[in-house]
């Protein structure tokens, strides 16, 4: 058996899932181009069936990552695959978003549980015998390289799976991806599963690779891929930051350090480059507007610090008493980069290619004003503060209104005011003058009134980047499409459903941060609506995706 797991990145499908989480086709481009410098095999690109935006991102991802650039070696493409439930109207859409990739993969599931034949699927276990047969036969017919899934797999009969399994293979599939949809089993359980599908499975030979698929309802994620894979299977489905359905996946930095960092028990290996977890870590975090909690391990912004006396005490007479990897295998700089007002250009540049960011001169000439602006006032900046700054000046969507000037007054004395000045889309200076119940309050009262979007704020939340009086501050909204009257289909009821939309911006003001995270949270909805997006319509099918 291999000693090699391919890691298939379903960040941009499963991931994408995620309430608030949904990215726009040119974000989802600039994630897939990130995972296939990291190194995944296979990247689930998403459910072209469920919107056109959504197969318009497959399709582009497939032509502009799943094919080789000039002088690139064949190995390093990666595997485009796309999500398609088991009927031929979805499998040809998945197969019309992949096809122009070097290397396609037609992704097609059915449910297999008891609880799902029966109340969601409404078929008898011999339908969906037959329905599997027939689908897999008709996705190989179009595509060489076919994948299966029977969705709720940890809570199947396993014998059942086995004949399931063996009818996807005799019609040609070649990976058997066996999802935990719900997060229900314990790693005891799913090493069993998995170690009797390998040995039970009638057909399966050396070239079948079983794929593990886990969810962290109960917090066993990452525990029950490892169990699945010690049982043999080669493939791990995971996400970037474990975000998913509910609890979210299993998280691929989780999955792959503990591979690299317990080699001697797994002695297994994969294709990643560790050291750029912390920036598509980063990168996603800023697209999907979920902020990475502090204690997330691998990337959580506590995972390599340290407080307690007695911590600190075995750090400084040797790294490994409380660290069991180097914070440089994952992307996170062990001291600080000391770069200041004094600092030049050629200073900088250098740094931020060390920390993944290759820029050119008029990314550069942007990046190097915003840094001195910055050090103007800000005696030290650290890396963090650059990937803050790198994340508000380039990792947003396209301008629409931008934030010419900003002045509030608050306190005890009277009402907290905000005067707001924006730059439109026509270049035209908007000024306007709010109150309200407190300083960002004001602020975004002022923006709502210039630019007459509907819209409601879900969410807000900031946090400080770095330590000290003069810290960067980081702020994340989440607001909602203001239109709850149209409706999207799940299954045979109408669910209302208004897309959300994330905004993310940096400043060492926290009201100037928290003017740009609103500000790049409405300009997402407005490109969403001037481009014919349906702002109200989810970027997937809801409640009928793969777990």
């Not at 859409?93 to 008891?114: C, N, Y």
């Not at 689908?135 to 797999?153: G, I, Q, R």
């Not at 058997?176 to 005891?188: A, H, K, R, S, W």
């Not at 709850?484 to 459903?497: C, F, L, N, S, V």
Request: proline share 4%.
């Amino acid at each position: 058996m291999s000693n090699y797991v391919k890691i298939f990145d379903t960040t941009l499908r499963d991931g994408e899932q995620s309430p608030g989480a949904t990215m726009t086709s040119a974000e989802k481009l600039e994630v897939a181009r990130s995972l296939a410098r990291m190194g995944v095999d296979i990247i689930e690109a998403g459910f072209p069936a469920a919107s056109p935006d959504d197969l318009e991102a497959v399709r582009r991802i497939a032509v502009e990552v799943g094919r080789p650039a000039l002088g690139a070696k064949e190995a390093r493409v990666p595997v485009i695959t796309a999500l398609a439930r088991a009927n031929k109207s979805d499998i040809e859409a998945a197969w019309e978003g992949v096809k122009d990739a070097q290397k396609p993969r037609i992704h097609t599931f059915l449910a297999t549980s008891a609880i799902h034949m029966k109340h969601k699927l409404k078929m008898d276990p011999e339908q969906v015998v037959e329905r599997v047969a027939e689908m897999v036969a008709y996705a190989k017919s179009l595509c060489e390289d076919v994948e299966f899934s029977p969705e709720d797999a940890g809570r199947s009969d396993p014998e059942f799976l086995y004949v399931v399994l063996g009818e996807a293979i005799k019609a040609g599939a070649t990976t058997l991806n066996i999802p935990d949809t719900v997060g229900y089993t314990t790693p005891e359980e799913y090493y069993s599963l998995i170690e009797g599908i390998i040995k039970n499975t009638p057909g399966m030979h050396d070239g079948i690779t079983v794929s593990v698929h886990c969810h962290d309802d109960l917090g066993m994620a990452t525990a029950n891929a490892l169990a699945g894979i010690r049982a043999g299977a080669r493939q791990a489905e995971v996400t970037v930051n474990g975000i998913g359905e509910r609890a979210g996946n299993t998280s691929m930095e989780e999955v792959v350090m503990s591979l690299k960092t317990r080699k001697p028990v797994y002695n297994l290996e994969t294709g990643i480059d560790t050291k750029q977890f912390s920036r598509v870590s980063k990168l996603v975090s800023n697209y999907t507007g979920i902020v990475v909690q502090p204690n997330k391990a691998i990337v959580g912004s506590n995972a390599f610090a340290h407080e307690a006396g007695i911590h600190q005490d075995g750090m400084l007479k040797h790294q490994t008493t409380y660290e069991i990897m180097r914070p440089e295998d994952v992307g996170v700089n062990q001291t600080q980069l000391v770069l200041g007002k004094h600092s030049g250009r050629h200073a900088l540049r250098n740094r931020l290619a060390e920390m993944g960011h290759a820029l050119d001169e008029v990314e550069l000439d942007k990046a190097f004003a915003r840094f001195k602006e910055l050090a103007d006032r800000k005696k030290v900046i650290v890396d963090a503060d650059l990937e803050a700054l790198i994340a508000d000046e380039f990792y947003r969507p396209r301008d629409v209104y931008i934030l010419d000037g900003l002045q509030v007054t608050c306190g005890t004395m009277g009402m907290p005011t905000a005067t707001v000045r924006l730059k439109g889309p026509d270049g035209k200076i908007h000024l306007q003058a709010s109150m309200g119940s407190g300083p960002v309050d004001a602020a975004y009262t002022a923006i709502r009134t210039i630019i007459k979007v509907p819209n409601k704020l879900l969410e807000f939340s900031v946090h400080s980047i770095t330590e000290g009086i003069d810290a960067l501050g980081e702020v994340t909204v989440r607001i909602q499409a203001k239109d709850g009257d149209r409706k999207t289909m799940d299954a045979q009821k109408e669910i209302p459903y208004a897309r959300v939309f994330g905004g993310h911006g940096a400043d060492s003001d926290i009201i100037v941060a928290s003017a740009k995270a609103y500000i790049n949270a409405l300009n997402k909805l407005i490109v969403a609506q001037t481009e014919g997006l349906n702002p109200t319509h989810e970027n997937h099918a809801h409640g009928v995706m793969l777990g």
